[in-house]
């Protein structure tokens, strides 16, 4: 699927105007812009049907592939529509402030799984990071993922919303790993996401803003108590 395809006929592709959603860094909508498109000698002469061609993204100059299907070589041009965009989008977590390998490892395999539509395996594999969550906070998992959260959520004081939000996740994630259980559709997963963008905000990003803007406190108190060449109340 790309976003928009003009003219959506079969027509000549180099006249398409296309946006998609970038996958790289922009990962928004853009317009792209057309790059390198197929031979039409060789279209006619192995009889393509489906052909491909190479745009670059107006914001950020990567390559985007794009497949069409009923190609057709016409003059000296190749006509085709339905253009499909064969890159994946990977959604954006942030994890510059989770320092565990095992967490970030598991963010990112469940980013994968959400880029290729495969919510179940998504779904398992966010309460998988919910379990290296808490065992980054030494809550170490032994019977079942429920008590371990619970564990979690006692030591560290969370608040009824952010223990819903643990629910949520484990429950879906329970919903995923298992046939007999209702499989997770697209709409859940991508409720799940932003249930995980929550999570990783209010454990990890929350404490290390507060951290660097308590630490910035005391730089300043010191500056000024240095200033002042007396000592003066934190
Ligand atoms: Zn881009």
Known sequence: MVISEHPKDRSSIDHKELSVHCPYDCNMPVGVT???IPDHNRVRRHGLTEVGAVYMCNGCKKPIYIRYSN????GNDVHA??????????????????KSKNVKRDIE???????????N?????????????????DVKGKAKVEKQVQTFTDNYDLDDEMKELLKEITLTG?????PHLPAVSKERAEKLFAFMQEIV?????????LGASKKLRV????????????????
Not at 174 to 178: E, F, L
């Open 109 to 119: 395999e469940a980013l994968d799984c959400y880029s290729v539509e495969a919510w």
């Open 201 to 209: 905000r209010q454990v990890y990003d929350l404490p290390s803003m």
């Open 71 to 74: 190609a057709l070589s016409s």
């Open 219 to 234: 730089d300043a108190v010191k500056e000024k108590a240095e200033t002042k060449n007396q000592p003066v109340a934190a």
């Open 34 to 36: 057309l790059i390198s």
């Open 121 to 137: 395996g998504f779904a398992s594999l966010c309460r998988r990071t919910i379990q290296s969550i808490c065992d980054d906070h």
């Open 174 to 178: 329970h919903d995923g790993a298992h």
């Open 81 to 98: 529509q339905d253009a499909f965009q064969v890159q994946r989008v990977r959604p954006v977590l942030k994890t510059g402030n989770v």
